[in-house]
């Protein structure tokens, strides 16, 4: 089958005339998001994609390849923890605006519930270690985000010098982490921004 992608024939094989890369690789995140990585089989993803398995492997090469570029998907079209951090003043009103933004995320209607990358790969059989390491750095690459924050908060005197800004920032990534399993329990956003005000409470115990 001979497409043409931006202007150009391509000869790969498998692949229906209507494949959208951008749409399916959309599909493949809701699938992973809901039901996990090793909990998402290929015949989970191309249902959902609306492809044959030669097609997906022809686009994407595996399953593990799929899921890390739906990962990256996922952090640029619904969120990365702490990716924007810096466009508020004050550190304190960013974070509650951090955890407040998370908790509404977490519970919106009509997609699955919680965060694709919080509690994801937690654990998993020996032979999807790879990906479970992928996914534990870009949870730690955002823990590394918030600590940056916060130590500009404290070098522009807006938190007690003594602030030790890796607890502080592994305990706001703890309640994201804790606000997604919530989530995913079937709590509410407003059980949730509860969580919320007590988080936000004990940032603010540090301020300058």
Same mark, same amino acid.
């Given at each position: 089958?001979?497409?043409?992608?931006?202007?150009?024939?391509?000869?790969?094989?498998?692949?229906?005339? $209507?494949?959208?890369?951008?749409?399916?690789?959309?599909?493949?995140?809701?699938?992973?998001? +809901?039901?996990?990585?090793?909990?998402?089989?290929?015949?989970?993803?191309?249902?959902?994609?609306?492809?044959?398995? %030669?097609?997906?492997?022809?686009?994407?090469?595996?399953?593990? =390849?799929?899921?890390?570029?739906?990962?990256?998907?996922?952090?640029?079209?619904?969120?990365?923890?702490?990716? =924007?951090?810096?466009?508020?003043?004050?550190?304190?009103?960013?974070?509650?605006?951090?955890?407040?933004? $998370?908790?509404?995320?977490?519970?919106?209607?009509? &997609?699955?519930?919680?965060?694709?990358?919080?509690? $994801?790969?937690?654990?998993?059989?020996?032979?999807?270690?790879?990906?479970?390491?992928?996914?534990?750095?870009? &949870?730690?690459?955002?823990?590394?985000?918030? &600590?940056?924050?916060?130590? +500009?908060?404290?070098?522009?005197?807006?938190?007690?010098?003594?602030? =030790?800004?890796?607890?502080?920032?592994?305990?706001?990534?703890?309640?994201? %982490?804790?606000?997604?399993?919530?989530?995913?329990?079937?709590?509410?956003?407003?059980?949730?921004?509860?969580?919320? =005000?007590?988080?936000?409470?004990?940032?603010?115990?540090?301020?300058?």
């Amino acid at each position: 089958m001979i497409v043409v992608k931006n202007g150009e024939p391509s000869s790969r094989r498998g692949r229906p005339r $209507s494949f959208d890369r951008d749409a399916a690789l959309a599909k493949a995140v809701e699938t992973f998001w +809901r039901h996990g990585y090793e909990g998402t089989s290929i015949a989970d993803l191309t249902g959902a994609m609306g492809i044959t398995a %030669q097609s997906l492997y022809a686009a994407f090469s595996s399953k593990a =390849d799929l899921y890390r570029e739906a990962l990256s998907w996922y952090q640029t079209h619904v969120g990365s923890l702490g990716a =924007d951090l810096g466009e508020e003043s004050d550190v304190v009103a960013e974070m509650a605006a951090l955890l407040a933004g $998370s908790a509404h995320a977490f519970t919106r209607p009509g &997609r699955p519930r919680g965060c694709m990358i919080s509690t $994801s790969v937690l654990t998993c059989a020996v032979e999807n270690e790879p990906i479970a390491r992928h996914v534990q750095a870009l &949870r730690g690459a955002s823990i590394d985000r918030l &600590r940056a924050r916060i130590e +500009r908060g404290i070098a522009e005197g807006q938190l007690k010098p003594t602030t =030790d800004s890796q607890a502080l920032a592994r305990f706001i990534g703890a309640m994201i %982490q804790g606000m997604s399993v919530q989530a995913q329990d079937g709590a509410s956003e407003a059980t949730l921004l509860t969580i919320v =005000d007590h988080a936000v409470a004990e940032i603010a115990r540090h301020r300058a």
